[in-house]
Antibody, heavy 122, light 109 residues
Framework: EVQLVQSGAEVKKPGESLKISCKGSGYSFSSYWIGWVRQMPGKGLEWMAIIYPDDSDARYSPSFQGQVTLSADTSISTAYLQWSSLKASDTAIYYC???????????????WGQGTLVTVSS | QSALTQPPSASGSPGQSVTISCTGTSSDVGAYNDVSWYQQHPGKAPKLMIYDVSKRPSGVPDRFFGSKSGNTASLTVSGLQAEDEADYYCSSYAGNNNFFGGGTRLTVL
């Protein structure tokens, strides 16, 4: 059974750094892309970025380019989303999900993690 | 601002059918058969319901039907059940980027 298990909720202050994780199991982690989706409080879903764990090839949505960094550690089947300097506007639930590609381009997410709530407040 | 436009709400009585639209442009929905739909219950992660416009993943009831005409994709839920009450999001590839719609809250009356 494919599972994506995310790290727990975080409360941070503006300007602090943060790295949240997503551990995959039940499939060959290094052979499938992993993506991240943001959901701000009471709002809709936003496509952030995806990474291919085997070679760390990462593709960012223009809205998130330069704002976050993706990484992955295939030895422990875990993907990461990190911020170097958080802002209050980063407060959201962040989901990891497994995107399926068609013709080399992202198509849909077939499996989702449970979400990680990140709260940034002074 | 969503690149894909969905109505904020939709509703129907148990047993009825309801259709949710997802309007894009000739650069996204109209250009690619890469439309997917997700169901999200409150406090839960989204769940894939439809991909490639009209394909259902294993385990999704055939009451859920996806289609597309021009720049507009649609999700039809027939035989509405109480458990179908949720938020629904469409998504499409748009050439070097992917977008979600703003979401539609489906209420079962």
């Amino acid at each position: 059974e494919v599972q994506l298990v995310q790290s727990g909720a975080e409360v941070k202050k503006p300007g602090e750094s943060l790295k949240i994780s997503c551990k995959g199991s039940g499939y060959s982690f290094s052979s499938y892309w992993i993506g991240w989706v943001r959901q701000m409080p009471g709002k809709g879903l936003e496509w952030m970025a995806i990474i291919y764990p085997d070679d760390s090839d990462a593709r960012y949505s223009p809205s998130f380019q330069g704002q976050v960094t993706l990484s992955a550690d295939t030895s422990i089947s875990t993907a990461y989303l990190q911020w170097s300097s958080l802002k209050a506007s980063d407060t959201a639930i962040y989901y990891c999900a497994r995107p399926r590609l068609k013709g080399g381009v992202p198509n849909y997410f077939d499996y989702w993690g449970q979400g990680t709530l990140v709260t940034v407040s002074s | 601002q969503s690149a894909l436009t969905q109505p904020p709400s939709a509703s129907g009585s148990p047993g009825q059918s309801v259709t949710i639209s997802c309007t894009g442009t000739s650069s996204d929905v109209g250009a690619y058969n890469d439309v997917s739909w997700y169901q999200q219950h409150p406090g839960k992660a989204p769940k894939l319901m439809i991909y490639d416009v009209s394909k259902r993943p294993s385990g999704v009831p055939d009451r859920f039907f996806g289609s597309k005409s021009g720049n507009t994709a649609s999700l039809t839920v027939s035989g509405l059940q109480a458990e179908d009450e949720a938020d629904y999001y469409c998504s499409s590839y748009a050439g070097n980027n992917n977008f979600f719609g703003g979401g539609t809250r489906l209420t079962v009356l």
